[in-house]
């Protein structure tokens, strides 16, 4: 396993956070990501120890930029006597770019995804923003150098998604995991934000109606 790892400032309550992404290089799967104010050996750790958890895989190589953060980071959450030790890629200037250009190109869709926005308000709504933006690229976004197919898809990750949303269905999908042993009704919709009227600020909620519209 081939990952690259990268950050970059994205606007966040009126102050610049930093936002942290780990690729798997062959399948572009995003592994993991992180929102910190700084970027510190702690939360390069704190992102290591998502990818090591969601993956249960300890990566061959790690391409980064020049923080020496990542160095410690990766020696505390992957080193090892039993298993081969990580390599640990580093490089700076217009050559990280080249060598991280996997990442780099992802980070400029979010950046263009985010600029009607004009930075994020709250640190709440940008973790759901940004988990959103996880899942989509992931499991929704067909990938061109992955021959039209998601990254999910390149994992062997597969959904039969039954409606043109794929949202719906991964939605659903987590209702009845999150519900296990608790009997749904076969019909049921779901409503995933509401509209406050009096301050016209959205929400996101998760409510379960049956078909007769009477809340679960």
């Known amino acids: 396993f081939k990952w690259h790892v990268d950050e970059t400032m994205i606007k966040c309550e009126g102050e610049y956070k930093w936002f942290w992404e780990v690729i798997d290089e062959k399948t572009k799967f995003m592994v993991a990501t992180l929102l910190s104010e700084e970027r ?20 061959d190589v790690i391409v980064s930029d020049g923080l020496a953060a990542y160095e410690e980071a990766i020696k505390k959450v992957f080193l090892s006597w039993r298993i081969p030790h990580t390599t640990h890629i580093s490089s700076v200037g217009l050559k990280a770019r080249q060598t991280n250009n996997v990442i780099e190109r992802l980070h400029g ?10 930075g994020l308000k709250k640190t709440y709504s940008a973790n759901a923003i940004l988990s959103g933006w996880f899942v989509h690229y992931n499991f929704l976004r067909p990938h061109e150098t992955l021959d039209g197919v998601t990254p999910a898809e390149a994992c062997g990750i597969k959904f039969n998604f039954t409606h043109k949303n794929g949202w719906f269905d991964l939605i659903d999908r987590s209702i009845k995991m999150n519900y296990e042993g608790i009997e749904l009704p076969k019909d049921y919709d779901i409503l995933i934000k509401q ?5 016209n600020e959205w ?14």
């Open 195 to 199: 509209r406050n009227v009096r301050t």
């Open 40 to 59: 510190t050996i702690e939360e390069a750790i704190k992102l290591f120890k998502q990818s090591k958890e969601r993956t249960l895989v300890k990566p």
């Open 203 to 216: 929400k996101f909620v998760l409510k379960i109606f049956d078909k007769n519209g009477k809340e679960v």
């Open 109 to 118: 869709t979010l950046k263009d995804r985010l600029k009607p926005l004009r």
